[in-house]
């Protein structure tokens, strides 16, 4: 347990069921390891537009494939990761394979809006606006389908630092969006000042709504500001027919969430969805048998 395993130890909680408790440094080596053996593995999970019902996009989650502990999600390996300079060659790994994939899917003629999670330490780092043009140079990806998501916590760091790099990332063409929003109670106005497209509104106001007539009026107005503000917006964490409801008919942009799909292997990603245009209702009723 967590608890027991006191301040130098963090608990790994495999897909195995055992608990691993395991000293920072030891994750950190074994980490070091992975990523040098390609056992970090990026899985997609897609973001559906609500008005077309399409797949339009893909978030990259990375996932820690331990020979011996299983799959190991990444909350008990990115802190690590993060309070070490790890966290920056995993960052380029994933962003370097994510742009492979979105290019490789695009000369399969699939246009997929890829998007990654980028730590505040990488975000930090002067050159990282040269690690990305770099990138996408090396992989040909096209820079209007790749999307950085930046939580608002590390967009509000340092704001005038982060409305630089921003700006260095929007010139190269690729999109930014605020992550886990709304947690961090910062203003939307506030956040006009930085150059991005995109906010996600946090999986926990998401599990707030219980029916399509929403009790907490919070969500609805977060969209319809978002809205004035013509920011797109995407609800994280859907998992029943009743969240999709209310944020489709309170003009939620996209949806991610269980509901539509878990993060899943490149392989296992339903491309074909995204030729598909069906009704919207009859394309809902056909995710929602899938349930
Ligand atoms: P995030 O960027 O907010 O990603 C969303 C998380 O919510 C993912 O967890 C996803 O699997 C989970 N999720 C999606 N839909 C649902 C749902 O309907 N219900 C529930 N209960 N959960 C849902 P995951 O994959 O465990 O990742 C956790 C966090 O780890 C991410 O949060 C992100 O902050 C970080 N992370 C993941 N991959 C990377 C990476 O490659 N680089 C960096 N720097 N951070 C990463
Ligand atoms: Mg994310
Ligand atoms: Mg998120
Ligand atoms: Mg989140």
Redesign the pocket.
Known sequence: RAKDAGRNQVCVHSTTETDLPLTPLIVETMLRNALNNHDLE??Y?PKIQAKSMQVIGA????RWRHPEYGEI???HF?PVAEASDL?LP??AY?LRSVCEQGARWLADGYRVRMS????SR?FMQPDFPDLVRRILRETKMDPNLLEL?I?ERTAMQDVDNAVHVLTELRNLGVRIAI??FGIGYSSLSYLMRFPVQTI?ID?SFTAGIQSAVNQNPIIGAIISLAKSLNLNVVA????TVQQFDFLRDNKCDEI????FG??VPPTSFRLTSFEASPQPRGAYALWRDHD
């Open positions: 990026i899985y999970q978030e990259a989650l990375c999600p990444p909350h990115i966290i995993i960052d994933v990654v999670n980028v730590s990488q998501e939580t992550d886990d996600k999986r994280e964490g859907v998992e991610q969430g269980y509901l878990k993060p």
